[in-house]
């Protein structure tokens, strides 16, 4: 496929802009040496030319797309409609309160539907990842032990199976991060939790369900074990798809947490847009969040910051847009949804996992959350068949691939993701694909390195894309 600076010729365009009417004021010195290279195409060869690249991937308009710990759902499209509504693609942050009331409005219903769905009490929308919002929590612990006069606290304990954010943005806020190692379970242990928490403590980092699909049954241990040596509990909620409705985080002891809104709540996660890690939490941290507060006022809303506010983690109020998508997806779910939203991504990784045990080997044999790990670490051995393969030859099948060599802390891993908008019949086709895939592989091994041979490009070399990635034409 041709790239658009191939397409087109001189002079050729689509854009009816008037000539302009403004005085020509910028000295030669503003002025750029040479015209910038723009394409110069046809509006039929711009439309077919987007429209052929929409072709070349695999989103989840396309088909299955089970990417673990990534939450590719389908979003309504009403919450799509709602963002592009003028009132709110067109409001600038800095018009007068008294202006955006409406705007203001969304922010503090979205706050509080967020703190009424975690247990928490205060929240900031501005971060605008999950690990951003990691960073800004892990701001908000340090700022409480520097308030208390409690500078000792240099240290944020992280099991081994965290995402890979957690140990970053720990020592991006400043903190030693110590990793406490996994039980057989896949879950916190115990007796190294104990070992780990001291006076040096300041939190500990957790996800539950943890990364690899399972709920943490000793999760009030856990943060009381904390707690108890004057740390603080920071739950990392860009997953909320399992629990959201039914358990909240707040309620088993955490202080601060981030969603991410990009992956449970509807905004389309991996697409390159922006997204949204709004930080939630109790009471005592609040003085300390970022940004403009949105406080009810008379009969309105006005904007003010926090006390002891940690400064500014984004410009004005995050990416606005969306958090209109959140609150319409938490508005359109409401009570009886989102649970319900819950209980079908849960039950649909459980039916995918007991499908699919009698052929292929589970990490953990258990009672699954919104996903679950299997390893590939036999096939391996046994005729060098990876995770990697399995996972390419899938794409032949109009499949994207599950989540792969992730959690660390298991081999050869292939992390399945279905999540509640798949209905059955779709999880039965890619049941029966990924047995057909696990069969072939074990009739012609060797040919498993050759797939995929249907997709745009074969196999890529990762590495250098990732280590020398070419961004740019010419
Ligand atoms: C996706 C994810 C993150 C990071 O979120 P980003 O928005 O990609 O920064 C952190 N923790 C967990 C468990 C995640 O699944």
Same mark, same amino acid.
């Given at each position: 496929?041709?790239?658009?600076?191939?397409?087109?010729?001189?002079?050729?365009?689509?854009?009816?802009?008037?000539?302009?009417?403004?005085?020509?004021?910028?000295?030669?010195?503003?002025?750029?040496?040479?015209?910038?290279?723009?394409?110069?195409?046809?509006?039929?060869?711009?439309?077919?030319?987007?429209?052929?690249?929409?072709?070349?991937?695999?989103?989840?308009?396309?088909?299955?797309?089970?990417?673990?710990?990534?939450?590719?759902?389908?979003?309504?499209?009403?919450? @799509?409609? +709602?963002?592009?509504?003028?009132?709110?693609?067109?409001?600038?942050? /800095? =018009?007068? !309160? *008294?202006? %955006?009331? &409406?705007?203001?409005?969304?922010?503090?219903?979205? @706050?509080? +539907?967020?703190?009424?769905?975690?247990?928490?009490?205060?929240?900031? /929308? =501005?971060? !605008? *990842?999950? %690990?951003? &919002?990691?960073?800004?929590?892990l701001?908000?612990i340090k700022?409480?032990?520097?308030?208390?006069?409690?500078?000792?606290r240099r240290k944020i304990i992280v099991?081994?199976? %965290?995402? &890979?954010?957690?140990p970053?943005s720990g020592a991006m806020a400043g903190f030693d991060v110590i990793?406490?190692?996994?039980?057989?379970?896949?879950?916190?242990?115990?007796?190294?939790?104990?070992?780990?928490?001291?006076?040096?403590?300041a939190g500990?980092?957790?996800?539950?369900?943890?990364?690899?699909?399972?709920?943490?049954?000793?999760?009030?241990?856990?943060?009381?074990?904390?707690?108890?040596?004057?740390?603080?509990?920071?739950?990392?909620?860009?997953?909320?798809?399992?629990?959201?409705?039914?358990?909240?985080?707040?309620?088993?002891?955490?202080?601060?947490?981030?969603?991410?809104?990009?992956?449970?709540?509807?905004?389309?996660?991996?697409?390159?847009?922006?997204?949204?890690?709004?930080?939630?939490?109790?009471?005592?941290?609040?003085?300390?969040?970022?940004?403009?507060?949105?406080?009810?006022?008379?009969?309105?809303?006005?904007?003010?910051?926090?006390?002891?506010?940690?400064?500014?983690?984004?410009?004005?109020?995050?990416?606005?847009?969306?958090?209109?998508?959140?609150?319409?997806?938490?508005?359109?779910?409401?009570?009886?949804?989102?649970?319900?939203?819950?209980?079908?991504?849960?039950?649909?990784?459980?039916?995918?996992?007991?499908?699919?045990?009698?052929?292929?080997?589970?990490?953990?044999?258990?009672?699954?959350?919104?996903?679950?790990?299997?390893?590939?670490?036999?096939?391996?051995?046994?005729?060098?068949?990876?995770?990697?393969?399995?996972?390419?030859?899938?794409?032949?099948?109009?499949?994207?691939?599950?989540?792969?060599?992730?959690?660390?802390?298991?081999?050869?891993?292939?992390?399945?993701?279905?999540?509640?908008?798949?209905?059955?019949?779709?999880?039965?086709?890619?049941?029966?694909?990924?047995?057909?895939?696990?069969?072939?592989?074990?009739?012609?091994?060797?040919?498993?390195?050759?797939?995929?041979?249907?997709?745009?490009?074969?196999?890529?070399?990762?590495?250098?894309?990732?280590?020398?990635?070419?961004?740019?034409?010419?």
């Amino acid at each position: 496929m041709k790239l658009i600076f191939e397409m087109g010729a001189p002079g050729r365009g689509c854009d009816l802009l008037p000539d302009c009417q403004a005085p020509d004021v910028s000295g030669k010195a503003t002025r750029r040496a040479a015209r910038p290279r723009l394409p110069e195409v046809s509006e039929t060869e711009l439309s077919r030319h987007y429209t052929e690249l929409a072709k070349q991937v695999h989103g989840v308009n396309d088909g299955f797309y089970p990417l673990g710990s990534c939450t590719m759902k389908y979003n309504p499209k009403i919450d @799509e409609q +709602a963002a592009a509504l003028p009132g709110f693609s067109q409001i600038h942050p /800095l =018009q007068d !309160a *008294a202006d %955006a009331q &409406g705007c203001l409005e969304v922010i503090h219903k979205t @706050e509080n +539907a967020l703190c009424a769905i975690t247990g928490m009490d205060a929240c900031t /929308l =501005q971060p !605008a *990842a999950g %690990a951003h &919002g990691e960073f800004t929590g892990l701001l908000l612990i340090k700022a409480y032990h520097v308030s208390r006069g409690d500078e000792k606290r240099r240290k944020i304990i992280v099991p081994d199976s %965290a995402h &890979g954010t957690n140990p970053a943005s720990g020592a991006m806020a400043g903190f030693d991060v110590i990793n406490i190692v996994s039980d057989e379970n896949g879950c916190v242990d115990l007796a190294a939790l104990r070992a780990a928490v001291g006076e040096d403590t300041a939190g500990l980092m957790l996800t539950n369900p943890n990364t690899v699909g399972l709920f943490d049954p000793n999760i009030a241990e856990i943060t009381r074990i904390v707690h108890e040596a004057g740390g603080l509990c920071y739950y990392d909620g860009a997953n909320l798809n399992a629990i959201m409705g039914i358990a909240r985080p707040g309620d088993m002891g955490f202080d601060v947490m981030h969603l991410n809104l990009h992956k449970t709540f509807s905004t389309p996660h991996g697409g390159g847009g922006p997204g949204s890690g709004p930080v939630a939490c109790k009471h005592f941290l609040a003085d300390f969040l970022p940004g403009m507060r949105v406080v009810e006022s008379g009969d309105g809303y006005e904007a003010m910051r926090a006390k002891q506010s940690i400064g500014d983690m984004h410009g004005f109020y995050g990416n606005f847009l969306v958090v209109v998508r959140a609150l319409c997806y938490i508005m359109s779910l409401g009570r009886e949804g989102i649970p319900e939203a819950a209980t079908g991504a849960v039950l649909n990784a459980n039916y995918m996992m007991h499908e699919l045990k009698p052929y292929y080997h589970m990490a953990y044999d258990r009672t699954c959350m919104h996903e679950f790990v299997m390893t590939l670490e036999h096939e391996k051995h046994e005729r060098n068949v990876s995770a990697l393969d399995i996972a390419k030859a899938l794409l032949d099948h109009g499949i994207h691939p599950p989540t792969m060599y992730f959690p660390l802390i298991v081999h050869e891993a292939l992390m399945i993701e279905p999540t509640e908008t798949e209905s059955r019949e779709t999880i039965d086709e890619a049941v029966r694909i990924f047995i057909e895939v696990l069969k072939q592989s074990e009739k012609t091994p060797e040919q498993m390195h050759a797939y995929p041979q249907q997709t745009p490009v074969r196999r890529l070399d990762e590495v250098t894309a990732a280590r020398k990635p070419v961004v740019r034409y010419d």
